[in-house]
């Protein structure tokens, strides 16, 4: 474990969030952000309607910053972020998880909670100088934000079809040079 088990979690559901922004947009229904909420095992307030939905898309471009700033941009990001969700971190113990930081209450707005999780997140990678673990999909062609918890740091796609396309690139590749040398 690099960070905490709530930074962390909060890191994934965050690159998860702006990634679904990627074409083809997957966060267009409800039950998308529902299917998320669940897959990251957020509790608190959920509306379910669609002033949610749009709410947390367009927290998406503002997340999509964050996470790509520069250390000393980002430093400044978390600031505004925190005041402007009225962020006062408490520890809290529930549902069976042990003690973790809510940096605004669980009856407040998702988008809210979501944003100033995600700035209490970067105030670990920012303090432990770690945000190289951010990074974009090395595929050209796409945009995706990677999140690199390894020990190696060897994650360099955002997902594994962009690994898998590359690959098979670079095989192909191979494959194509090798084929020119025969024909010397
Ligand atoms: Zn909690
Ligand atoms: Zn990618």
């Not at 790509?68 to 980002?74: K, L, N, Q, S």
């Not at 940096?103 to 909670?113: K, N, Q």
Request: hydrophobic letters at 40%; one cysteine or more.
């Amino acid at each position: 474990m690099l960070f905490a088990d709530d930074t962390e979690a909060t890191l994934k559901a965050s690159v998860d969030l702006v990634n679904s922004a990627e074409e083809p947009d997957t966060l267009t229904a409800i039950a998308e952000l529902d299917a998320w909420y669940e897959h990251h095992g957020y509790t608190g307030r959920r509306d379910g309607d669609a002033a949610e939905l749009e709410a947390l898309r367009a927290l998406r471009p503002v997340l999509r910053e964050l996470l790509t700033a520069e250390r000393d941009d980002a430093a400044e990001l978390v600031n505004a972020l925190l005041a402007e969700a009225e962020a006062v971190p408490q520890l809290k113990r529930h549902d069976g998880l042990d003690w973790h930081i809510h940096a605004v209450p669980p009856d407040a707005p998702l988008e809210r909670r979501v944003m100033a999780e995600a700035a209490m997140a970067m105030i670990d990678l920012i303090r432990l100088d770690e945000l190289s673990r951010l990074s974009v999909c090395a595929d050209e062609r796409c945009n995706g934000l990677v999140l690199d918890l390894s020990r190696n740091r060897s994650r360099r796609y955002c997902s594994t079809a962009c690994a898998n396309r590359n690959a098979v690139a670079a095989y192909r590749a191979r494959r194509a040079s090798g084929g020119a040398d025969r024909g010397r």
